[in-house]
DNA sequence: TAGCTTCTGCGTATGGTCTACGCATTAAAG
DNA sequence: CTTTAATGCGTAGACCATACGCAGAAGCTA
């Protein structure tokens, strides 16, 4: 109890709605939950830059000031809203299931959650993960390790290299998609364009590795975008591996 | 020749050099350089939210306006000034070097690169690099894998992983520094704070996993900050590994 | 040398952004 | 019934990026 009073960030507590409502003055006419789902609905619609407190605020039919009744600035909107975006995580590892199927299971949800809303990846994050499925994500990732006889820190940095790996890529990945849809070219189309400008720019230039690359075929289809995920995560994982073995042996 | 027209983004055409100048009008009073310079002391001093375009105009003694002269909108500046502050990747891996310490290196490089521009993690990604020192970083970070047996790919694929990680380890240690920095208190002390908020969230509530790692120490000090940055990349690199000696045994 | 063309710097103006402040209204507590 | 506190929100201030157009500078051509 002497740690009963950890403070924590004003828009953490609304978050985990551990904000008394001491129920004194008018009843509210919206909650926090409807304030994120508009927002949400306007990125989703149109973009995170779209998400202006105006705009939100139209979204639900009341006045722009009325939401920093509900949120102490925009930045912790946008906070509230990737976590509550991100959803709940995968299930938990079944106790027959490995470590390291888990893991993998709990990295293709990452991007899962990342692909079903893209405006994510352009929330700046501040910091580790506090909020409510954010935390709840972490408490999956940890269970995907349990018995592998690493260590706390082992663990969570394990998490940490995994989930980071996941977003990179799923950023990658929508940076391209995008890109495609505004210039009206298939994602494919358009990582052979970035090929060709690399010859175009590295040409007289000293880049030996980059035109020895040009000269074997670095073009990928469809198919093989999900197999970089795979030979990302798979090198990552035979890392941890050679790790778990290592302590089970000695 | 026939793809000698591979047609540029403006900004990058603009960062290579590569736009002619008839000189038919007046003679121009700045450089790009002037101006990414301008940004990027900003950027500096006051981080990436102050850099606006009056900011920087000011900073130079030109108007707003001019500005839009050598960039064509604030987002490309902001790129530009991240490659620019990149500045020249570490020395490309010596002859009688094995890739894993030059892969090593390079991504040693890659954090300070970051941790001397803390405002660089703020810059919105868009695609893979083409800015000059971000082509290259990448040169280098391929050199590293020469002969190892890596499909072109593959390699391709290993430098992203690499970078990828050491730009969320970096963005996540700026993170704490500066909220440390903020709070007055030391990054140690906010990482301990950040494990005793989690243990007043998780309380009550089913998170075994993390209920369990509050019962391990998990604190870090300011040693251990290092330790995790090389164990996340131990791990990689093991990954990696076991895949380069695969190819050489089969 | 005269005129034409093109490029420069930049003043003005438009339509946005976030949010501090204060006020009238509402509802519960004493 | 009075006191107290919380709500919705109108107004206003301080920025912001950038479209447009113009006056002047410099080179090219005749």
Redesign the interface.
């Known amino acids: 109890m002497s ?2 009073d ?1 403070d ?1 960030p004003e828009s ?1 507590e609304l978050a ?1 709605g551990l904000r008394e409502r001491p129920g004194k003055g008018p009843k509210r006419s919206l909650t926090l939950e409807q304030v994120l789902a508009a927002g949400i609905r306007v990125a989703e619609a149109d973009g995170l830059a779209a998400v202006s407190m105006s705009r939100v605020a139209g979204e639900l039919g009341v006045a722009t000031m009325s939401l920093y009744r509900y949120v102490p600035a925009k930045h912790d909107l946008l906070e509230l809203m990737a976590d509550a975006a991100y959803g709940p995580p995968p299930e938990v590892r079944r106790p027959d299931e490995g470590w390291r199927p888990a893991l993998a299971r709990w990295a293709a949800g990452n991007i899962a959650a990342i692909h079903r809303h893209p405006w994510i990846r ?1 929330v ?5 993960p ?1 909020g409510p499925n954010g ?2 994500w ?2 999956h990732g ?2 995907a390790l ?1 018995g592998t006889g690493l ?8 998490v ?2 995994v989930s ?2 996941a ?3 799923a ?2 990945t929508a ?2 998609t995008e ?1 495609a849809a505004r210039a009206g070219q298939s994602a494919e189309e358009l990582g052979v ?2 090929w ?7 040409r007289g230039g000293s ?4 035109r020895q ?1 040009l000269t ?3 073009v ?1 289809n469809a198919e ?1 975008f999900d197999a ?1 995920w795979r ?2 995560l ?7 591996e ?2 778990v073995a290592g302590r089970a042996a000695g």
Chains 1, 2 share one sequence.
């Open positions: 740690d009963s950890v924590l953490i985990w352009h700046p994050v501040g910091g580790p506090m935390v709840r972490l408490e940890l269970a349990r260590r706390a820190d082992e663990r969570v940095s394990t940490m290299l980071g790996y977003r990179n890529w950023s990658l940076d391209i890109a364009r970035y060709q400008r690399l010859e175009r720019l590295t880049y030996p590795e980059i690359l074997e075929s670095v990928e093989e970089e030979f990302g798979d090198r990552l994982l035979d890392g941890v050679v790790l």
